[in-house]
């Protein structure tokens, strides 16, 4: 299917509520997801580990050994902004890099087992809704990963299907349970922003839609969803983002920096979203603060992350006039290991830079080569920001 928001369930990490498993596996669990989310992906795997240990019933904990390499090979290839799914999704950028074959290995080795596991306890009681939701939260990470790092649309759409199903049953036999609501929410808010055409197609396929009901369902997810509750403020700061609630989306985010204050990316994501609100002092601030979290921080970095931070910098301080301060980021941002859409903006940043100048000659070249550059790397909104001044110069 193309041109959908099936990709964008890569916000869902699918943590059910286990009601098998035991307290110290609950613990552990909890322990590696508060590491996940501060990106100490190593300790997290090896907490996750532990969790299978105490309890190797609990599924949840043998899903969680395949949420962390999943997520952990969107990181290494630099595809876990709200940039990534904001724009075209139908070719997703994040299938144009092969992930690393261990972390795919562990992926399909633990999403097999977990399964396994899940589908036997839906054959021994169909009626349990504990085992239905541990069956459609394990389907639907399996369907994330083949949009997200497979970039196989189509081939995700039955897996798609069949955990909205499930979670649909689950919300039938237990109709307070938000946690379930997160996944139905998301498909009913992509099948509700999808063309005509393409919403009579998932309508037919079974998919329920419709947005304001899908975006309900997911916002009190993260109210009380549980353990789901972290999933679904992540959600929510995407689509807060893609209907241009800025505010919201920042709120959000100001929730999630205080609770996990050593994943640097949230602040990226603050000053991207400012920026995108037109509040660009805001943005530079979250970015500065970033930017000195990124300094500091011995830890692997998301692939081209430094250009990311130093393209969104340099934006926010050409919309401040501060022109030698952006100029400097903007300059130093080519210099980087980067994605071409992160390239392509950079150009944009630095012709409306040579425009405001008077330099139209290498304003116009910028324009043009962040124009190629974002077609090539499917980001429609870089493209059409710098198509206009191709042929006019920038202004204000």
């Given amino acids: 299917m193309r041109n959908t928001l099936i990709p964008a369930v890569v916000v869902l990490l699918c943590l059910a509520t286990n009601a098998w498993a035991n307290t110290e596996s609950a613990r552990l669990r909890a322990r590696a997801y508060d590491l996940v989310y501060n990106l100490d992906y190593d300790q997290a795997r090896r907490e996750m580990q532990a969790a299978v240990a105490a309890d190797p019933k609990d599924i949840a904990a043998e899903r969680g050994l ?191 920096q205080r609770e996990f204050p050593r994943n640097r990316l949230i602040w990226l994501e603050a000053g991207a979203t400012s920026l995108r609100g037109g509040r660009a002092e805001e943005a530079e601030r979250h970015l500065s603060t970033g930017l000195r979290m990124l300094a500091a921080d011995t830890r692997p970095r998301m692939y081209g992350e430094e250009a990311i931070w130093l393209q969104k910098r340099g934006a926010a301080l050409v919309a401040l006039n501060r022109l030698d301060e952006a100029e400097h980021d903007l300059t130093r941002a080519l210099t980087l290991e980067s994605r071409k859409w992160v390239v392509g903006r950079t150009n944009l940043e630095l012709g409306r830079i040579a425009d405001l100048r008077g330099n139209r000659t290498a304003a116009r070249m910028r324009f043009s080569t962040a124009v190629q550059l974002c077609e090539q790397d499917n980001d429609p909104i870089g493209a059409a920001a710098a198509r206009p001044w191709v042929s006019q110069a920038y202004h204000r």
Avoid: C
């Fill in 66 to 256: 395949a949420v962390i390499p999943w997520l952990e090979i969107a990181f290494r290839r630099g595809a876990v902004t709200v940039d990534d799914y904001l724009g075209g999704l139908s070719r997703q950028r994040v299938a144009l890099r092969q992930p690393p074959a261990d972390l795919a290995m562990q992926f399909a080795h633990h999403v097999e087992q977990t399964l396994q596991l899940a589908e036997a306890r839906v054959q021994a009681n169909p009626r349990d809704a504990d085992a239905l939701y541990e069956l459609g939260a394990t389907v639907a990470l399996q369907a994330s990963y083949v949009a997200t790092v497979e970039g196989r649309v189509l081939a995700a759409f039955r897996a798609a299907r069949r955990a909205y199903d499930l979670h649909e049953r689950v919300l039938e036999l237990q109709p307070n349970r938000a946690e379930a609501g997160l996944i139905v929410g998301t498909y009913r808010y992509i099948v509700g922003v999808m063309s005509l055409p393409l919403r009579m197609m998932a309508y037919v396929a079974g998919f329920g839609g419709g947005k304001e009901r899908g975006l309900e369902l997911i916002e009190a997810a993260a109210i009380r969803g549980g353990e789901a509750r972290t999933d679904a403020r992540f959600a929510l700061i995407l689509i807060y983002n893609r209907e241009k609630r800025y505010g919201d989306a920042l709120r959000v985010l100001q929730d999630l």
